[in-house]
Nanobody
């Protein structure tokens, strides 16, 4: 079973920055497109950023220009750099392959509030 472990979330003020990380195991990481997903209270989980095995990236309109996804295949890790954070970015952030399978991690909470 594939395992994803997210970390790096926290409380940040509006306009601030945060980077979250996700370590993957039991997967041929370099062969897969990876995605960052988020779920806000009362809302469905959504894809916010993805990166292919060739490091082509794409973003949802809500985060384009503010978030940057990257990967380190040597460390089986995918990152999400989040800048100019807004209160509406508050959510639990998860990583998974893209498109996702059912092996979700525990996620990491990001709260944007003054």
């Amino acid at each position: 079973q594939v395992q994803f472990v997210e970390s790096g979330g926290g409380l940040v003020q509006p306009g601030g920055s945060l980077i979250v990380s996700c370590a993957a195991s039991r997967i041929m990481f370099r062969a897969y497109a990876m995605g960052w997903y988020r779920q806000a209270p009362g809302k469905q989980r959504e894809l916010v950023a993805a990166i292919t095995s060739r490091e082509i990236t794409n973003y949802s309109d809500s985060v384009k220009g503010r978030f940057t996804i990257s990967r380190d295949n040597a460390k089986n890790t995918v990152y999400l750099q989040m800048n100019s954070l807004k209160p509406e970015d508050t959510a639990v952030y998860y990583c998974n392959v893209s498109p996702p399978n059912n092996d979700w991690g525990q996620g990491t909470q990001v709260t944007v509030s003054s």
